[in-house]
DNA sequence: GTTCATGCAAAGGATTTGCAAGTTA
DNA sequence: TAACTTGCAAATCCTTTGCATGAAC
């Protein structure tokens, strides 16, 4: 979901039962203000640019946080780096491997079928699809 | 590819322009021996059990080749370890996130209709379909 | 006042790399 | 011999953590 002001942020942090900081907050904004897929160094690095001051470690901790909450999701495409990715929707993506740079796919752009059978004692968790793509 | 026996083993990578060490050797017999998914450090604990003596470093660069070189394929499903494939072929994957193991997917299991359009100037690379599961 | 969050620096863990010694063709 | 590979240890890179200071309720 996203916010763009700081008020609805606040309450959005407060649903979910995080105490909402300033640096929470700061990060929720940035990252909630449109669908986007960001790294922790991109995250930091777009608060800086701003202005805004936030330690690594609390970058790191929060988009953990963010992440288990819901409120973000983590893609996991590239062994560098993780993902955040601010569209909690059912949707796939695209990896442009050279840029390093994901993509949405439209819902209705892939539908997938029926899914297999679950080996026997486990619950499905997620699907993620990923068409990995590189520069012509 | 698979392969069984040593001279299998060295044909296959010298079609590769690999020399075939027998370190090298060594690896593609564990990994080809079988479909299956091991990481860096699955290959080298395996290796030992064996009574091989590969230092990590050539483990990692020799994955690293092989993937390279088509040989086995690296898949991305988590950020702490990379796996490698020695099914090259197409198909998809169930990971368990509670046991950290893949499964293969028959390959009629799951059919991804038509891909959509790709972004303008990129080219296809691979389609890679994770069905994350954990324990029930 | 407690409890929780921040931030620095240090610790961790997977992977890569520099380089000297050993191997391959 | 010329070129490449191995293996150790050190270096990297991303991410997490310990702990003292600071903010929130």
Known sequence: MLVHDESAAVHLLQRQAIKPTAQRVEIALLLLQ????LSAEQVLERLRRRGKAVSKATVY?????FAARGIVQQV???PERVFYDSNTSDH???YNVDQGALIDLAPDELHIPELPA????????AVDVIVRIRDK
């Not at 449109?34 to 897929?37: A, D, G, S, T």
């Not at 901790?61 to 946080?65: I, K, S």
């Not at 080996?119 to 968790?125: D, L």
């Open 34 to 37: 449109e669908h986007q897929h």
């Open 76 to 78: 996991i495409v590239d």
């Open 92 to 94: 796939f993506h695209f």
């Open 118 to 125: 679950l080996p026997s004692g486990t619950v499905q968790e």
């Open 61 to 65: 901790n929060t988009l953990r946080l």
